[in-house]
């Protein structure tokens, strides 16, 4: 038998085995890629599908209410209450407020028995988390009308009815008030500045005085609005949800604690769909309550892409210019190596690196500065001598800078050199050049870069730790009042809330789902960005197609 | 050959249009004579070096006004190097140096005082490889006066008028201006380049082998162009293909490693050269 006919070392010098192993590898990517998503999917949407509400009832007599979330085989264990070798189910028990917390974990061998009524009840709560329980109205003057007379149409009137008000209360504590601080602010620290030589002239005199006239009016259409305020709240406390715990206790819910009622039990599919979507919606819709615990996560949502869209403006520009001036003025040379291998590391740089830089150039340096300069008044309140949405976007622009940088010098060198001479063939000078023809046929490459970016942007936090972003911003950057953008302001990301409510937050059980819903919009919003830029990208490639014939 | 208008079947049409001019003379002779009576570009003693090494050796020549003159020569015999030095496109390349002199209508091109951008306007240049720019055709023909300063919609429209249709392909195009012009075939894109090079009104026109990745139906529109052009226009071509250099030019130069070995009339070249070398590389023994 020849060496060249052995069919093991055909296999091997044909270069199966090697594709085989290319393959795999190729596979083993996409199986991780995948089971990460699916372990994102499956942990985080599961928690707005409503769960089945069980009553059990144990062996000591005692009655619990609540939803299994989990169950395992007891490990080893030398106590006596906790068996090896049995099952055992994690509860949601709710009612945080009365049972210290809101989950607990049940040895399957003392369960006796379980059912799930459907009148049991969920209730969601402005605080302390859901309620369980079996419910019933109380009127305004006190009188218990029993839930057997009622349909869910009074649940839902009662519901409709909580969360007018509490928009009502909302409106009245944010819209009106709040502008009413906000003039107010901004009266004061007119004053202020009127102040601050020391002394006044006559004019200034006059002007203090409207101020002072000013902030009086103020002051009273605030007092107006508090009494509005009062009433609502009041309003809001007449009337008073009944709820009967499993331990046979009840619970008052005034009106302005109820978020939301439900029956999950006494609910058909189509509703519990109807329910799923209503509550996705709200989680990505409203803001976060009970310390980011429970609620949505818009600001975090809004405040992501703000900051990205920021960093987009501020980084494009100065990529784009100095990759021109390197691949096309600089004389290339030693220097010009030296630049571009520095930039390249600059990539490689540790991102908490430039959130310290940030802080120490941008928010110190530069804020502390522009404060002094331009708003003196609220010294010692920093302005933008504190972290804020810009220094924030503008560290990030400085980590992502070297992508750009990259991505354009090469979509500048991939320009044919026909274009060049073809341009300055005719008469063309080396700017025109440059400026109509190729930044527009290096435009693909460019976009490019800019999608490397913005991926790598929306990723980072911990720089933006350090310059800007916090666990609950009161108000957005961007609101009605001028100048509308508040550069100034600090702002919630979703890569930070990820963190938080994973790791900071005083309830992590009830978390958990949030930090896998988190990450999940985290991924889906860098996906949407760039998707958009991809889009774009395509669009001008079609049109800059560089390819003849 | 059956396609060309008639009165242009003749192969070389200068020689009979103006008077003879004695075959016996040397090619410098020649130059020296034509310098004084109707020369374009005049090339006198220049060294070419692309960093530390030479490309071309004390070249003397003259091109004459309304004239085809064509270069020949192997490759990297520094006929495109000369080309490139008659608009100072080598000063794009990093290191590149000319010495000696490259008078345009009397006037040094090589002076301290001469706008680059100004010359190119005059002396225009089609490549070997079509590059129209990725927009539209119409823009590609405006590009030049747009950027010279046409801005008024009107002349710009007359003048890609005019352009396309000095470059022959007006009828092809005139219903899709608006298309891309990477939409064209290769033919067309080279006539469309001629096109955008006419469009500035140059005085000559430089051609880098246009026709070296054309098939021979579009060669021979080219060609045919070429003709024309002449009538308006100072041409001076590359090109590797000596039948193309006998059909279309008046004159033409020999190059070899960097010399002009022999310039004179395309008639004497290809019939009588003076030259062995030049007689070794028209009839085929290398090259």
Request: proline letters at 5%.
């Amino acid at each position: 038998m020849g060496n060249g006919s052995h069919p093991m070392k055909n296999f091997w010098r044909g270069g199966e085995l090697f594709v085989w192993m290319t393959a795999s590898g190729v596979a083993i990517s996409l199986l991780m890629v995948g089971s990460m998503l699916s372990l994102i999917m499956v942990n985080g949407l599961g928690q707005f599908w409503p769960a089945t509400l069980h009553e059990i009832r144990l062996k000591t007599q005692e009655i619990v209410i609540g939803e299994v979330v989990g169950q395992e085989v007891i490990p080893n264990s030398s106590t006596p209450d906790k068996p090896k070798g049995l099952a055992r189910y994690r509860y949601r028990v709710g009612n945080r407020d009365v049972f210290s917390s809101e989950y607990r974990w049940i040895n399957g061998e003392d369960i006796v028995s379980t059912s799930s009524p459907n009148d049991l009840t969920f209730v969601e709560r402005r605080q302390w988390g859901p309620a369980f329980g079996r419910l019933s109205i109380v009127a305004v003057d006190g009188t218990t009308e029993n839930m057997d007379s009622h349909t869910s149409a009074a649940i839902e009137a009662l519901v409709a009815e909580s969360t007018n008000l509490r928009q009502r209360i909302e409106h009245v504590e944010r819209d009106e008030i709040g502008a009413i601080n906000y003039r107010m602010e901004k009266a004061r620290l007119e004053r202020q500045a009127l102040m601050l030589d020391g002394q006044l002239s006559p004019r200034e005199v006059q002007e203090d005085r409207r101020l002072v006239d000013y902030i009086a009016t103020l002051e009273q259409e605030y007092q107006a609005q508090t009494v509005t305020l009062e009433q609502l709240h009041k309003e809001a406390g007449k009337k008073t949800l009944l709820l009967t715990l499993s331990n046979g206790k009840t619970a008052r819910l005034t009106l302005e604690q109820i978020i939301a009622v439900s029956m999950p039990n006494d609910m058909s599919w189509i509703h519990k769909l109807n329910a799923y979507l209503h509550n996705l919606w709200l989680f990505v819709s409203s803001e976060p309550r009970e310390a980011n615990t429970e609620g949505g996560i818009f600001p975090a949502i809004f405040g992501t892409v703000l900051m990205v869209f920021l960093m987009t403006i501020a980084v494009m520009p100065f990529g784009v210019m100095a990759a021109v001036y390197l691949r096309e003025y600089a004389k290339q040379g030693v220097l010009v190596r030296l630049v571009r291998i520095a930039v390249n590391n600059l990539a490689g740089v540790p991102s908490i690196v430039f959130g310290v830089f940030g802080l120490a150039f941008f928010v110190y340096a530069l804020g502390g500065t522009i404060d002094q300069w331009l708003f003196p008044e609220s010294l010692p309140n920093p302005t933008f001598g504190t972290g804020g949405i810009l220094w924030a976007s503008l560290t990030l622009a400085l980590l992502t800078v070297p992508v750009v940088i990259v991505a354009t010098e090469e979509g500048l060198s991939a320009v044919p050199r026909d274009f060049r001479e073809g341009s300055v063939g005719l008469g063309a000078t080396k700017f025109e050049t440059i400026w109509h023809v190729i930044l527009p046929c290096a435009l693909p490459g460019i976009l490019t870069g800019l999608i490397l970016a913005m991926a790598r942007a929306a990723g980072e936090v911990a720089p933006l730790m350090l310059t800007g972003v916090v666990k609950l911003a009161p108000s957005l950057p961007l609101d009605s009042y001028v100048p509308f953008l508040h550069l100034d302001r600090k702002f919630m990301h979703l890569g930070f809330h990820i963190y938080d409510v994973g790791f900071q937050s005083p309830n992590v059980e009830a978390a958990k789902p949030m930090v896998y819903m988190t990450t999940l919009i985290l991924i889906l919003v860098v996906v949407l960005l760039n998707w958009a830029a991809v889009m774009l990208r395509n669009r001008l490639r079609k049109r800059f197609a560089m390819s003849a014939v | 050959m059956e396609a060309r208008p008639a009165g242009l079947s003749t192969t070389l049409p200068m020689v009979t249009a103006r008077p003879p001019i004695p075959q016996s003379r040397l090619a410098r002779d020649q130059q020296t004579q034509a310098s004084t009576v109707d020369a374009k570009i005049l090339v006198r003693n220049l060294d070419f070096f692309y960093g530390e090494r030479q490309a071309l050796f004390h070249v003397v020549l003259t091109v004459r006004t309304h004239t085809v003159t064509s270069f020949i020569g192997p490759s990297g015999c520094g006929k495109s190097t000369l080309l490139r030095c008659l608009n100072r496109m080598n000063d794009l390349v990093e290191g590149a140096r000319a010495v000696g002199r490259v008078e345009l209508d009397g006037v040094d091109i090589y002076d301290l005082g001469i706008d680059v951008t100004d010359l190119r306007k005059r002396v225009g240049m089609v490549f070997q490889k079509s590059n129209p720019f990725p927009k539209s055709i119409y823009d590609n023909v405006a590009y030049g006066p747009r950027l010279h300063g046409t801005k008024d919609k009107h002349t710009l429209d007359e003048l890609v008028h005019q352009s396309l249709q000095g470059a022959g392909l007006w009828d092809e195009v005139k219903d899709r201006l608006a298309q891309s012009a990477l939409s064209l075939s290769g033919g067309q894109q080279q006539r469309l380049c001629i096109a955008r090079a006419l469009a500035v009104q140059p005085e000559v026109i430089l051609m880098d082998e246009p026709c070296s990745a054309l098939d021979p139906i579009a060669t021979g529109k080219i060609e045919e162009l070429i003709f024309k052009l002449k009538d308006t226009y100072t041409v001076v071509i590359v090109t590797h293909n000596m039948q193309q250099a006998a059909r279309v030019s008046n004159q033409c130069g020999f190059f070899l490693m960097g010399e002009l070995v022999e310039f004179g009339d395309t008639k004497t070249i290809f019939t009588t050269p003076r030259d062995k070398r030049t007689e070794d590389y028209i009839t085929g023994r290398f090259g």
